[in-house]
């Protein structure tokens, strides 16, 4: 596996991820028992957006500027999407950042890691050595942290049910392999079968070559409710013209906050005037 995210860290597909994210760690949080946060490829919990631009062997256009860079100092933004901005915002000035622009940005682990309560848990697998290393440097010493170097795949069978019985597990491949749609949902059937109960975010791209759409008929064969929540920032794009999340077993009205997410960032994040946040029912509840 050669992918790293920290070349697109910050761009348009993490501000919408993350975004989403914080609102069902909050959802979660509406109870006050304690939950398992599942990362299924948790990357590296930090990235310096100043290195966004290094590549191994050339120099590459650093995405972020299009994607947090756009909302740094937005006013008139919703509530939802204020609570990620907050928190972003507030790890960059914790590292250390002064400037008027980004720098240092979290990943996925860091992110619900700023959230969590005493009673709430995380469990992160990372495949890639490097990528691992540098996780388990980021949580050292977290005692409701577990840090595992292993096939994220491998999770669900691991990791599900947890003692806590409320799990939010969240899948995020890196897309490289052509059979990495079937492994998700291989995954999300395995969850299921562990616990029916648990919340499962599947991140996906939008390409010629993954086309969710595809695979709808699979996610309905899961039986469980699931909601597509969309943003499209280019649709003439060659490449990722957006990305999405799939949400199985949504939180009690999550569909709405979804939905607001949805719309500011289709605005917020355009590189085409027919640029679209969408929220759609796979399986409706």
């Not at 648990?198 to 899961?222: H, K």
Request: contains cysteine; aromatic residues 10%; negative net charge.
């Amino acid at each position: 596996m050669n992918y790293r995210h920290s070349f697109h860290a910050g761009n348009h597909a993490d501000v919408f991820k993350h975004a989403l994210l914080v609102r069902l760690v909050r959802a979660f949080q509406r109870k006050d028992t304690g939950f398992l946060f599942l990362d299924t490829h948790a990357g590296r919990g930090c990235y310096d957006l100043s290195k966004a631009a290094e590549g191994d062997t050339r120099a590459r256009q650093p995405e972020w500027p299009a994607g947090i860079g756009r909302l740094w100092e937005a006013r008139g933004v919703p509530a939802e999407v204020e609570d990620y901005l907050a928190l972003v915002r507030s790890f960059d000035r914790g590292r250390g950042n002064l400037t008027g622009q980004p720098r240092f940005y979290p990943g996925s682990p860091r992110i619900v890691r700023s959230l969590c309560r005493e009673q709430d848990r995380m469990e992160l697998w990372e495949r890639h050595p490097a990528e691992c290393a540098a996780l388990r440097a980021e949580f050292e010493g977290e005692r409701r942290v577990s840090v595992r170097e292993d096939d994220g795949y491998g999770a669900i069978k691991a990791c599900l049910p947890p003692r806590e019985r409320r799990a939010l597990v969240l899948v995020d491949p890196p897309y490289e392999s052509t059979g990495e749609w079937d492994s998700v949902c291989a995954a999300l059937g395995e969850g299921l079968g562990r616990l029916a109960s648990a919340t499962f975010a599947v991140w996906y791209p939008m390409t010629d070559r993954v086309r969710p759409e595809e695979f709808d008929g699979a996610i309905r064969a899961l039986g469980a409710p699931c909601l597509a929540v969309e943003l499209v920032v280019d649709p003439r794009r060659e490449g990722m013209r957006g990305s999405g999340m799939l949400i199985v077993n949504p939180p009690w009205r999550f569909d709405e906050e979804a939905e607001s997410i949805a719309s500011y960032l289709g605005i917020a994040l355009a590189d085409a005037e027919n640029a679209l946040g969408s929220v759609r029912w796979i399986v409706s509840k």
